[in-house]
């Protein structure tokens, strides 16, 4: 363009065009970055350094921080973790409910990328609707389980509390009303011209490469192959209820959305199933007094589709009342290193943004 | 001598009006904004204080000299084309300059704003800014060429190069440019997009991209006095729209006061009509690239620039 | 693209529509919005249910809460007298606080926005601060989701039926997985051991159970305690009244568990491996000590450890006291007393047997020949019923019928026995009547409920079949011509409280009624015999109702006599308690013999 | 506090001495100017200030997961004159969203040192209040009063948006009483500022002067 | 194991070719154990020869007590949906581990990591020496040697103000005139 020289650019870590708090430094030729390099560590806290203080229940509430936008996929793997280590059985009718909450959580964290995906790209008035209507979601959360964010619900052995009364009635309703408002969203965005503009051919991942590289989630399945955990090694009632995963060819910031598009779709249809079978019984089956509870020595690694993609926690117990190690696999930690420093080359500098928001980068789950 | 104060007198009326009616509908523009995004949004008046909080900072920063200079050349541009756009047709309070050529003097001046903020921007060091800078001038570049020949396209139309001459032909003979040149409209509208730097057109300080561009390093005072230049400049846009297509306001038989006031309503719906345009545009809208934008200007606004210096020669008997 | 989607430039300006509508903004903080039920935010602690447990503040990783003391509670058995408080800048409202509350009392509220500018301002003691938001509390402790186990490990025990052929011992015992199990629902606050007369260091040997350390169990208990086993088997374990689960649960079987422990040694030698205690060089100072019940087989155990020459004189044929004659054997048997006595004669207590003092040896003598003496002569004789015809043969004293029986002697119950009383003696003597081959009916005062006797002991009395008669007071034996019992007359009572308290018994007029039996047994109180005692000594003892006074120290008003046990006014009358007498009056005498060096 | 128990336990007095050594300065500065002449002038300026607020888009922690919910449809702080600035030159607040690591505190510390006065620090959540779950984390600060002046505290973890809210209510109360924005208060302190910052932040290359 | 022929089958392929113990953990699941020289031939060898492509992840345990660390790879073959878990342990003295990034990319974002939090080392690793922490000059955090809370303590300071805290077992303690003895401590509530 006008200027060629190169330039270094830093976006973040105050940048309001950086997910959470990271950096991404730039060479710039031009408008197109030529070199990109991750640097992360701002949100270190040292999860895995403090677990070693803390209890096996005290550490579910520390790791459901991992990642602030979607801490239900966390809090569930490591409950499974421990469950798996211990073979604790859980009862029915909490791997529905559970079920159920995952599959909120991930229509919440959806409706928050469509924010984060069009004000990335400018178009704010639909990151308002989309992120004033996770409210209601949210406020199924608070009913369920007492927090918006923070839900710190679903513990080894089952959840934490029962249904409250009205609660599935408000679910489909809430469920109702979305999908109402998903055909606004969609009209806005993806019927747009000039989104279609900018995310067609931008930030393309190659097919052959992706599972090579690590790329896990929606962006694997926008380059067309078919692979959730869901499906791969079921959990929870997943078995037991009928959902299709979307895939698209591509690979580029427009597949990753319309996959995201329709999951969202799948995942209301899968809670509006859920709340039909919903099996009656106990929702929990009862872990011995938490300050003296130890787990069989062993090591378990456990997997959940969240909503940026495949999330693992392997967990290692010594048979003592704490964990040795408890080791998260997050999507973004391939994403947004090593991935998205092999795709940023040759990419517009308006688009690193863009396509942060379409990987998912999480930085807290790169540094933990 | 009542010739000179009518000037004087005119000249600061404008700028009053100018300031406040530019402020006011970035005010409204917020209002409207929240309405669409289904909420209430701040009060119409929030620029004002906006701009009172940032003229009140306690402490400033600028980056050199140009840093100093960069709103006030902003500021003096806006005043300066200010001066030379006619607010109302045949008042004598609101005439301003009116001189052979302005319409191509003011093609000159509109750019000068940004160039004094192209180079307060340069100053700072930031890369966003220098980053920001080079696609403001690209985006220039793009929205120019159309926007020039749609003024071409007038003046060779209507054999003129004033405005206040193009306003004049509008009154007489009834008929907006809008109907007499709609390729011009059509070319002037779609640059004018470009020129209010809203959505898909805000690729300048897209927050997204360059945290806000060229106004990266400036705040308090310095903010303020741009953000007053910016509201300036956007009633300047919108009066010459109208004036040079919407057959202009103040056209009115009404004598005395009354008739300024029914001018200046007339002035107001307009360019309020005018305006929502590209704010409406902005609200549905993702951001382009640059050379999306560019490619865009120079693809519809162009032809329909063509276009329209074709049917203005047309009109004019010279093409056939 | 084409060159001009129109669709995609014309779709999005529907979004405009959107325009018309009502925002759907929250006016806050003009309009507010539900809160949910089961929010969580700040705390709210019901004072007066807080018992100060601490295991709120042990819970919480984030050491948010601390406990203070606060100057409106008083403590008091089973309540530490301290109330947790918060602090906000460490709390991340993940209610584990509440979910493991024993009683209940902490729970959360719809409360959450604190906004100020003085950082110090976060620390919030629940319940105090905040007394309004009692209104508001949503996220509540749940009983059912609850993480205490409020329900104990059901205790294996014989059947019923089997029971009555024989005086095997009915409680089972826990096995090893029962009683890791149970020792992890304690929750470690420490309230029993106040309750404890001796202070036992209850938390730490559980916490040892539960971490499968049975031997550092042992140990521990042995700290203040020489005689857990007897106490496993037979404690009144106020612990278990003041224990923080049993606020809304059952009690941690804190009695079990220690009973548990003491049967991983089986003998004496095995008992010296495991506690190893420490004893001091010999210090050359005597100390003589009467009767060898649990006071004093306790003073002479701790005093030995202290390197003190120490003489028991028991004056029956074998150690224990009331402990060894006063219990049946299916509760208590013979061995555990038996490798207990062992066990301190090994660590050098020296018993003399069959020395009844005052008679085989004048207390003088040993008052004489000692630097202290330790009087733990218990309570021997029992209070007769008091009413007509009590001197009838057959009309029994519990103490004597289970001493008997305990002693190997057989006692003629013929086919019905009456036991009056409602203490767990009489219990004993009920159920041992019961494993004698006889029918027994037991007559109480009061209601069953009112029963002092552990709900256990009577609800194993009426498994094996006997048959209570609550609010009947005996008014009369019927004797036959040879002055033998032919039957008992009762009158049924009626309950009226005065004044708020207890509920008196009073009797219905014309209610009386009569069962014919066999054999009496009383079972309503003992007293103490001082004949021993020479009368200048005797006269110098201050008593009071028949019990003599003792300080904190165990100390008599005579200052080298020491007294414990039974027969002293000072605290409950129990094994543990006794137990509790000779381990302080060894710390009282050590004190006062060391003080004088 | 009642006699017993007391053995060994710190006063009243000598906690709150404690609190005071802690950290002295710039808590509630008051910054009303003192001529009457003046007075109109500052409730004007601050009515301006208090209702013309410029977040700084920085989400230093996680609570920033709470600001879109504020600053959407749903809550919409804009109506209170609330809007995100995207650089620290435009920005009034600095919103300090939860937990600060040693690694973001430079960075913070860096943005609001460029910020323009009046500016106003709001802290989020427990983790800056005392650490919050965090406490024994060697990678996050603990009390952010010791590393920059707060002017607002706001309890939560994470703290809804309606407390955010009365955040902000609470700043403008405090910034038309004039006892908001210690950014004058700070760069006289300078000097204890620095010696606690420069405690954490190991390899301290920041320029020399304070604004550059 | 009739259950898991799938498995079994990659497992005995591996025993086949290298010297390693391994077993079928579960469905799915295959663990082994190999010596830390072999550990890159077996990954080259899972991901050329039996479709071990993706690289789930790479974990890595202080175990203090015997001296090692312990590294995990878990691979995971999308085809047949297997997840193998190769174990190997090194030395906490000489923590040296063969750098793989050659073999996945992503494998350098773990080593930069271990490199910093445990402190070992990658001959050949690119990427700058500070990943996560800044201006470190400690021992490696994640090492278990490495005490947190004291260095937070040591760093950060504390909010005055809630020194009057009491522990509930010393109050009852103090108030009923217990004494407990030293080894009986350990066991008390902390």
Redesign the interface.
């Known amino acids: 363009m006008i200027r060629e020289q190169e330039t270094t650019l830093y976006l973040g870590p105050q940048h309001p065009g950086i997910t959470g708090n990271m950096m991404v430094k730039l060479k710039v030729k031009g408008d197109t970055v030529i070199k990109a390099e991750t640097h992360v560590g701002y949100l270190h806290r040292a999860f895995e350094k403090l677990i070693e203080n803390r209890n096996w229940l005290q550490s579910f509430t520390l790791l459901c921080r991992f990642c602030v936008p979607e801490p239900d996929p966390m809090e569930l793997t490591y409950a499974r973790a421990v469950e798996q280590l211990e073979g604790r059985e859980v009862p029915e009718r909490a791997k529905y409910i559970r079920t159920i909450v995952s599959e909120l959580a991930r229509i919440q964290s959806f409706l928050l990328w469509y924010g984060g995906q069009s004000g990335s790209s400018g178009l704010y008035t639909l990151g308002q609707w989309s992120v004033g209507d996770r409210n209601y979601i949210l406020d199924l959360f608070e009913d369920l389980t007492g927090a918006r964010i923070y839900h710190m619900y679903m513990w080894p052995g089952g959840v934490r509390r029962d249904l409250p009364e009205g609660w599935i009635d408000k679910a489909y309703k809430t469920m109702d009303y979305l999908e109402k408002r998903l055909t606004d969203y969609n009209q806005l965005l993806f019927d747009n011209a000039i989104f279609q503009k900018r995310a067609q051919g931008v930030g393309i991942i190659p097919k052959d490469k992706a599972i090579e590289w690590g790329v896990v989630g929606a962006p694997l399945r926008g380059t067309g192959i078919k692979h959730d955990v869901r499906i791969d090694e079921p959990y929870e009632a997943y078995d037991q209820l009928k959902f299709v995963v979307p895939t698209y060819e591509g690979g580029d910031v427009w597949a990753r959305a319309l996959v995201r598009r329709d999951e969202i779709k799948q995942s209301i249809s899968i809670i509006r199933q859920a709340l039909d079978k919903l099996p009656g019984g106990s929702y929990y089956n009862r872990i011995p007094n938490p300050m003296k509870w130890t787990v069989p020595a062993g090591e378990a690694w456990v997997k959940t589709e969240s909503v940026r993609g495949e999330i693992g926690f392997y967990v290692v117990s010594d048979g003592s009342n704490k964990p040795r190690r408890v080791h998260l696999k997050g999507a973004a930690y391939a994403h947004g290193v090593s991935v998205l420093e092999k795709i940023l080359p040759g990419q517009n500098i308006a688009d690193v943004s863009f396509i942060l928001n379409s990987l998912g980068v999480c930085p807290p789950e790169i540094e933990r | 001598m009542n010739d000179i104060i009518f000037k004087i007198g005119g000249a600061f009326l404008t700028a009053i009006l100018a300031f406040t009616v530019g402020m006011f509908y970035a005010g409204l523009r917020r209002k409207i904004t929240a309405r669409v995004q289904n909420r209430v949004g701040p009060p119409i008046y929030q620029n004002f204080l906006d701009l009172l909080k940032l003229q009140s900072k306690r402490t400033n920063v600028a980056h050199g000299f140009m840093g100093h200079m960069a709103p006030i050349w902003i500021i003096i541009a806006a005043m300066t084309v200010l001066m030379f756009i006619p607010i109302l047709q045949n008042n004598l309070w609101f005439e301003n300059l009116t001189l052979k050529g302005d319409l191509i003097f003011l093609l000159y001046m509109m750019v000068f704003g940004s160039l004094g903020m192209a180079l307060g921007a340069g100053q700072t060091g930031n890369p966003n800014s220098a980053i920001g800078v080079s696609r403001g001038l690209s985006q220039m570049v793009g929205f120019e060429i159309p926007f020039v020949m749609a003024l071409v396209a007038l003046m060779l139309q209507f054999k003129t190069t004033s405005i206040a001459d193009l306003m004049h032909f509008q009154f007489t003979s009834g008929h907006w440019i809008i109907l007499e040149n709609p390729f011009a409209f059509l070319a002037a509208l779609l640059s004018s997009l470009g020129m209010f730097r809203y959505s898909p057109f805000d690729i300048v300080g897209a927050p997204a991209e360059l945290a806000s561009g060229p106004m990266s390093e400036f705040g308090g005072k310095y903010l303020g006095t741009m953000m007053t230049g910016g509201a300036v400049f956007a009633f300047i846009k919108l009066v010459l729209f109208v004036d040079l297509f919407l057959g202009g306001a103040g056209n009115n038989s009404v004598e005395g006061i009354m008739g300024t006031g029914l001018g200046l309503l007339e002035l107001l719906l307009k360019t309020f009509l005018f305006y929502m345009i590209p704010v409406f545009v902005g609200l549905v809208s993702p951001r382009y690239r640059t050379e999306q934008a560019i490619q865009f200007f120079w693809k519809w606004p162009s032809v329909f620039g063509i276009l329209a210096i074709l049917w203005a020669l047309y009109k004019n008997g010279t093409l056939l | 693209m084409s060159i001009l989607d129109l669709k995609g430039l014309l779709v999005p300006i529907g979004a405009l529509k959107q325009m018309g509508k009502h925002p759907h903004t929250i006016n806050f903080p003009d309009e507010e919005k539900n809160i949910s039920d089961r929010y969580r935010g700040f705390h709210h602690n019901s004072l007066e249910d807080c018992i100060g447990c601490g295991n709120c503040s042990t819970i919480c990783m984030n050491e948010a809460i601390d406990m203070v003391a606060l100057a409106e509670i008083e403590g008091g058995k089973g309540d530490s007298g301290l109330r947790p408080r918060v602090d906000y800048g460490r709390c991340c409202y993940c209610a584990l606080c509440v979910d493991v509350c024993p009683t209940g009392s902490l729970n959360m509220t719809k409360d959450f926005i604190q906004v100020t500018n003085n950082p110090y301002e976060f620390l919030l003691t629940p319940g105090k601060d905040n007394p309004e938001a009692k209104e508001k509390v949503s996220f509540k402790a749940d009983l059912e989701a609850s993480l205490n186990i409020f329900d104990r490990v059901p205790m294996r025990e014989l059947d019923p039926g089997e029971r009555v052929k024989s005086f095997a011992e009915v409680l089972l015992g826990y096995n090893e997985e029962e009683a890791r199990r149970e020792a992890n629902r304690c929750i470690s606050c420490g309230l029993c051991t106040e309750a404890c007369p001796v202070h036992m260091h209850i938390p730490e040997y559980i916490n040892a159970i539960a971490q499968g350390k049975d031997d550092e169990a042992l140990k521990i208990i042995y700290d203040n305690n020489d005689l857990p086993e007897v106490c496993g088997k037979v404690c009144t374990r106020r612990c278990e009244d003041v224990c923080a689960i049993q606020v809304r649960g059952e009690a941690v079987a804190i009695r079990w568990l220690k009973g548990y422990v003491t049967e991983t040694a089986d003998n004496a030698d095995l008992i010296k491996q495991i506690v190893t205690p420490e004893i001091r060089e010999p210090n050359h100072y005597k100390v003589g000590i009467v009767g060898a019940g649990p006071a004093g087989l306790t003073a002479g155990y701790y005093l030995s450890l202290r390197g003190y020459d120490v003489t028991i004189y028991e004056s029956h044929k074998d150690p224990g006291g009331m402990v060894m004659y006063g219990i049946p054997k299916y509760r208590l048997p013979y061995d555990s007393i038996q490798k207990q006595v062992d066990y301190m004669v090994k660590m050098g207590v020296k018993i003399h047997y069959n020395t009844r003092v005052g008679k085989d040896i004048s207390f003088q003598e040993i008052y004489d020949n000692s630097d202290a003496v330790f009087l733990g002569v218990g309570l021997q004789d029992a209070w007769n019923l008091g009413i007509e015809g009590d001197d009838a043969d057959g009309v029994m004293s519990a103490i004597d019928f289970l001493g008997k029986i305990n002693s190997g002697e057989t006692v003629e119950v013929g086919k019905k026995l009456i036991s009056v009383g409602g203490g767990n003696v009489s219990i004993d003597a009920s159920r041992v009547g019961r494993r004698l081959g006889a029918e027994v009916d037991q007559l109480y005062r009061r209601r069953i409920k009112d029963m002092p006797a552990d709900w256990e002991e009577i609800e194993g009395a009426e498994d094996e079949g006997v048959h209570l008669i609550p609010q009947a007071i005996p008014t009369r034996v019927i004797k036959d011509k040879k002055g033998k019992v032919k039957g008992i007359e009762y009158v049924k009572a009626e309950m009226i409280s005065e004044g708020g308290g207890r509920p008196r018994p009073v009797p219905i007029e014309g209610s009386e009624t009569i069962i014919d039996c066999d054999i009496i047994i009383a079972a309503i109180g003992q007293k103490a015999d001082y004949s021993l005692l020479p009368e200048d000594i005797a006269d110098k003892l201050k008593m009071e109702r028949g019990k003599i006074l003792v300080n904190d120290n165990r100390q008599t008003s005579i200052s080298k006599i020491f007294a414990g046990g039974d027969a002293v006014k000072y605290g409950n009358v129990d094994a543990i308690s006794a137990i509790a007498d000779g381990y302080y009056a060894t710390l009282g005498i050590d004190k006062m013999l060391m003080k004088k060096e | 506090m009642s006699e017993k128990n007391t053995i060994g336990i710190p006063t009243v007095e000598e906690i709150k001495q404690a609190q005071i050594d802690f950290s002295p300065r710039c808590t509630a500065a008051g910054r009303v100017n003192d001529k009457e002449t003046q007075k109109m002038v500052d409730y004007i300026l601050n009515f301006a200030r208090k209702h013309s607020l410029f977040v700084l888009a920085y989400g230093t922690g996680c609570g920033a997961i709470e600001i879109p919910a504020t600053m959407t449809s749903r809550y919409d702080a804009e109506r209170f004159g609330i809007r995100g600035a995207a650089t620290p030159r435009q920005a009034d607040i600095l919103m300090i969203t939860g937990y600060l690591s040693t690694k973001t505190l430079k960075r913070v510390i860096r943005v609001y040192e460029q910020m323009q006065d009046p500016k106003y620090v709001i802290a989020f959540g427990s983790c800056t209040i005392n650490g919050g779950m965090y406490f024994d984390s060697y990678n996050t600060i603990k009390a952010l009063d010791r590393y920059l002046p707060v002017d607002v505290y706001i309890a939560g973890c994470m703290p809804r948006p309606e407390s955010v809210i009365r955040g902000f209510v609470k700043l403008q109360e405090l910034i038309q009483k004039g006892n908001a924005g210690n950014g004058e208060c700070y760069r006289e302190n300078l000097d204890w500022y620095r010696e606690n910052q420069q405690k954490v932040i190991k390899n301290w290359d920041f320029p020399e002067n304070y604004n550059w | 194991m009739s259950n898991f022929k799938k498995e079994t089958k990659i497992l005995k392929s591996l025993k086949d070719v290298f010297e390693i113990k391994g077993s079928v953990k579960s469905d ?2 295959i ?1 082994i154990k190999a010596d830390k020289k072999n550990v890159s031939s077996i990954l080259l060898f899972l991901k050329n020869q039996k479709g071990f ?5 790479i ?4 175990w203090i007590e015997q001296n090692e660390f312990e590294l ?1 790879y ?1 691979v995971w073959n ?1 085809k047949t ?1 297997l ?1 193998v ?1 190769v174990h190997t342990r090194i030395k906490r003295d000489e923590p040296v581990m063969e750098n793989i990034d050659t073999i ?3 494998a ?2 773990y080593e930069r990591e271990f490199r910093e939090m445990f402190g070992i080392e990658f001959p050949g690793l690119i990427g ?1 020496k ?6 470190w ?2 021992i490696p ?2 090492r ?1 040697d ?1 005490n ?2 004291q ?2 303590i040591d ?15 010393e ?8 004494e ?2 030293d ?3 350990k ?4």
């Not at chain 5, 504390?158 to 077992?169: I, K, Y």
Request: hydrophobic share 30%; charged share 30%.
């Open positions: 799915k699941r663990s492509i993706h690289l789930n992840h974990s890595c345990v202080d995990v878990i999308p949906r997840t878990m996945w990319d992503q350098n974002t700058a500070e990943f996560i922490l800044e201006d000059d400690n955090p994640m278990k490495f947190s809370q260095y937070a760093t950060f300071s504390t909010r005055p103000g809630r020194e009057n805290a009491q522990n509930v077992r109050a009852i303690q103090k108030r009923s005139g217990e407990i003895p080894f009986a401590k066991y008390s509530r902390d």
